[in-house]
């Protein structure tokens, strides 16, 4: 048929397999292959027609790499139809997962069939993107309206035995032999005369909902998908189908797909898709750099870091060793996992017999010796050099030659760290975020020494335990910590320029971060950012400077811990309130150092928030700190919760114009100084030669 389909006839079956590696995504070649497979079929003794998948996975979505460019013939809407409106019955074979597109294709057959390991699901909103292809027409029609609206607004995939009892598949075959498997299915489907089913054919019923249903949805979803409108409109093409003819309601999807295709949104998250993927690779290591096996892993230290990556491995099957202090530390850290796992169980989240599993690879120890035989330690002590050092010496008197020693510490210096061993090479930063077990991100960071192969198992062994990774060198903060100071330092000072604590957060949660950095402060406490700016030495001696973080601890409001910080807190609630005390105590202080308080606009607030960030950002990839400019993005989403529909602070820099952005800063910096306010060079360059972040990402890649 083409490169990437072919047919055959197997006992009258006919059996069209799809071979694009490495997801089977609906490319051009691949929709125009099926389609003459399937008006092939129509004219030859075959009684059935098997539509399946080579590989890893039946086809897992429309080719994304397609989307904004002009649409190339045929349309997938034209080989669906030519699928459901076959003369013979058409049975998708599926085995791996048939995502988005792949799912919508299964639809269209007449029959589904899958192996038991095998999920289905419609992850489009994960890409700002509504099922286009008769998703939102054909699942409320088998599954329900409910069931529909909730698969589609969370993309989650479903697993085969719930596909089974909603009715999304006809059948679950044995995946041992499963090409065989399939055509004996479809012989029986034969045998029984079975009919054409089409899913389009099926009434819809609407009759259980309540009245208001999608109006409440709509309510719903925008609270949990905040800036968001892919949700909104998967409610409009539901509440279609519901009302419409069929292919009525296929026309408005069709036209909200078109959308949401064109829009930022979508485009920002399709940007964030390919990072993410393209941050695990490594510039420069050879694909086959060979991996160092990892069984087993020691944490050392079970607070709050090292209990949260224990359950990471014993997650995944793999048996981890905490080693703490003394007996009391090691129970109170052991005791903390146990309690979390405990209320994931009384979430409904973990089955009871998974947790005991989970806690049974989990062991203890106080004694060096008992890690001599580990793979890989990971150390999660407090966050100071020396005790680190000394640590590491230890490991490299302890631990199996072949080891991997890291350390997941915010700021220390990862190469003083392996310069306390005699095996530098051994030793890489693992820098997780808390809490360790529910945030993706894995900052990676590449000591001066730190050897190929050791780079490349952690980006493994990353992708094992869930992680999203991200590669860093060696400076203070890594990547994320590093760009972080700005965003703080600017948050307070607009309080003193203007600004009420409510302005600035609700401003940059209007933009869609999860909570804004004063609300942030008060939840990890301000105590913690105290402290660390006592131990820095560099900090311009300026009063305005972290003024009111300061003032606050020093009255003892050290956020929600002590019930008030920025704001008050509801001693039950823990809700959040404005405080009037605060807002007058900063009218007094700016009045204390002469600043004339002024409006300040929301567009203001994002700019001197977000503007460091991305300066910085810019001075981190001039340094080579990170690999690219996606890279940062991928950190910043994963690790500081940006919101993913904005792409990123650089992609946010490139949506607004990295000029614009450029000669804000330069406005900044006259405004407020040098000290805070010294563009980089590198955002200058790109200035100048009108360039985005992604062009100097291509550029440099050689794409
Ligand atoms: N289009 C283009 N490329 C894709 C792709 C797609 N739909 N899905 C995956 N890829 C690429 C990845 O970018 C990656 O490329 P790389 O090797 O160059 O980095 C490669 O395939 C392998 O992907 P993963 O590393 O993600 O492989 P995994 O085995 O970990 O995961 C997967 C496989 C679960 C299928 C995962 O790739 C995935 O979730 N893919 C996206 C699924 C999706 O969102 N489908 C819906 C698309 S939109 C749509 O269908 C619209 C329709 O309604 C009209
Ligand atoms: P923590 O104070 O909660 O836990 C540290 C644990 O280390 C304690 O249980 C202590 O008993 C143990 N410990 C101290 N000395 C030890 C030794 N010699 N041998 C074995 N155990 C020892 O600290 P936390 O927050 O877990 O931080 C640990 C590390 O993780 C630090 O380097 C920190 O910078 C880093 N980190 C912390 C994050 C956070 O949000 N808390 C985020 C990312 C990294």
Redesign the pocket.
Known sequence: MSEVVSYELKDNIGVISVNNPPVNALAQSVRSGILQAVQASQNDESKAIILRCEGRTFIAGADITEFGKPPKEPGLTEVLAAIENSSKPVIAAIHGTALGGGFEVTLACHYRCAIETAKVGLPEVKLGLLPGAGGTQRVPRIAGVKFALEMMTKGNPIAVGKALDVGLIDQIIDGNEINQNAVEYAKNLVESSAPLKRIRDIEINGSDLESGFFDQARKQLAKRARGQIAQDRIVSCIEAAVNLPIDKGLERERELFRELVMSPESASMRHIFFSERQAAKIEGLAKATPLRSINKVAI???????GGIAMCFANVGIPVVM???NDE?LE??LGIVKKNYNITVQKGRLAADQMDKRLELISGTTNYEHIADVDMVIE????NLD?KK??FTKLDGVCKPGAILAT?????DVDAIAEATARPEDVVGM????PANVMKLLEVVRGEKTADDVLATVMQVGKRIKKVCALSRVCYGFIGNRMLSGYGREAQMLLLDGCTPAQVDGALENFGMAMGPLAMGDLAGLDVGYKARQALTNLPDDPKLYRMGTLLVEMGRYGQKTGSGYYKYDPETRKRMSDPEVESLIVEEAEKLEIDRREISDEEILARCFYPLINEGAKILEEGIAQRASDIDVVYIYGYAFPVAKGGPMHYADTVGVKKVYEKICEFRDRYGEEYWSPAPLLKRLAEEEKSFAQWDKERSGV
């Open positions: 050392i230290g079970g607070g709050t870091m090292g080693l703490e202090v530390a109170r850290g999660a002590v407090f966050e005790l000394e640590i997941n510490t915010s700021y220390q820098h997780f975020f808390s």
